[in-house]
C-alpha cells in the first residue's frame, strides 16, 4: 500500500471532503456546492427533477423531514407520470432549497454520552432527530447528529414507534418524545 502526503491535511481546524465541511465538532454542507442550486429559480423537466433530488437526498442526513418535503417531486419521476410542476410541487422545492441553504452544523457523535430520539411519525412518513448534549465553549449544548426521514406505506403506517429506531440500536438513546398526528 502507498500512502500519498499529497492527499493529507495537517494541523487544519477544518477540511473540505466529499463536499462537507468537517471540523473536530461538526460537520457541515459546504455552501459552495449549495450555491449552484439556489440559483436555478424553477425545474423544467423531469431530468432536472432527478437530478436536483439526488443532489439534495446525498444531505438528507441534514434535513430535517426531508423525504416527507420530497414525496411530491419524488411522484413526478414516474414514467407514467406527466410532467407538471403544480404549486405542491413548487413549495417543495423552495422548501428544500430554503433547507438546504439554512442546514445545521451536525455535531460528530461522541460515543460516550447518550443520544437523544426525537420521533414524529404521521400517515405520510416519518421522522426522526438524532441529538447529543456536548460540552462546546465550556457549556452545554444540545444539538443535532443527523436527521432521518422516510416516506411510508399504508400497511407501515401501522407498525408501532419502536419498530422504526431498529437500527439505531447500537447508539445510547433517550427516546425523548413521540409526536403522532
Known amino acids: 500500500m502507498k500512502i500519498s502526503l499529497k492527499k493529507f491535511n495537517f494541523g487544519f481546524e477544518e477540511i473540505k471532503a466529499l463536499g462537507h465541511i468537517v471540523s473536530g465538532l461538526s460537520l457541515g454542507i459546504e455552501k459552495n456546492k449549495v450555491a449552484a442550486v439556489l440559483l436555478k429559480p424553477i425545474l423544467h423537466n423531469k431530468k432536472e427533477i ?36 403544480t404549486q405542491e410541487r413548487i413549495k417543495a422545492y423552495e422548501t428544500i432549497r430554503k433547507a438546504l441553504k439554512e442546514a445545521p452544523l451536525l455535531l460528530i457523535p461522541d460515543w ?19 441529538h447529543q448534549v456536548q460540552i462546546i465553549d465550556e457549556k452545554p449544548t444540545e444539538g443535532p447528529v443527523c436527521y432521518i426521514s422516510r416516506e411510508i406505506k399504508p400497511t ?25 398526528k
Open 50 to 85: 432527478i437530478s436536483f433530488l439526488g443532489f439534495s437526498s446525498y444531505y438528507r442526513k441534514h434535513l430535517k423531514h426531508f423525504a416527507i418535503l420530497a414525496k411530491s417531486l419524488y411522484r413526478i419521476c414516474d414514467q407514467q407520470t406527466v410532467f407538471e410542476m
Open 112 to 130: 460516550n454520552i447518550p443520544f437523544k430520539l426525537y420521533i414524529d411519525v404521521c400517515g405520510d412518513g416519518l421522522g426522526a432527530a438524532l
Open 156 to 180: 407501515e403506517a401501522r407498525w408501532s414507534v419502536y419498530v422504526w429506531y431498529g437500527h439505531l440500536r447500537n447508539y445510547t438513546i433517550i427516546l425523548m418524545a413521540v409526536l403522532l
